[in-house]
């Protein structure tokens, strides 16, 4: 399966990017998606889950009440709504598929896309 995601740029401290991820390819059977994110020099860092058969959705505490994700699996789409940017949240955006429910390292994941820079300054 392919997965493409789209959406980053460069944005101001306070402003908002929204980021979309498409599918293609089928899965069966209920399974999580994730984001996860990549600054330049640091490691891989778990952002959010969610589950395909509901909305159920799980965030780190670094993003948590900023950031939300949602799922349209008739379009095969993911999103990530992020508001309330801070310079921190500058890395390489990437959606992924995780062997469980999240991971820190790329060994936690099946596949992934080919990422989308968000820069967040002013």
């Known amino acids: 399966e392919q997965l493409v995601e789209s959406g980053g740029g460069l944005v101001q401290p306070g402003g908002s990017l929204r980021l979309s991820c498409r599918r293609s390819?089928?899965?069966?059977?209920?399974?999580?998606m994730s984001w996860v994110r990549q600054a330049p020099g640091k490691g891989l860092e778990w952002v959010s889950s969610?589950?395909?058969?509901?909305?159920?959705?799980y965030y780190s505490d670094s993003v948590k009440g900023r950031f939300t994700m949602s799922r349209d699996n008739a379009r095969k789409t993911l999103t990530l709504q992020m508001n309330s940017l801070k310079s921190e949240d500058t890395a390489v955006y990437y959606c992924?598929?995780?062997?469980?429910?999240?991971?820190?390292?790329?060994?936690?994941?099946?596949?992934w896309g080919q990422g989308t820079q968000v820069t967040v300054s002013s």
């Open positions: 969610i589950y395909s058969e509901d909305s159920t959705a």
């Open positions: 390819g089928i899965t069966y059977g209920g399974y999580y």
């Open positions: 992924a598929k995780p062997k469980g429910i999240a991971g820190s390292t790329w060994n936690a994941y099946e596949y």
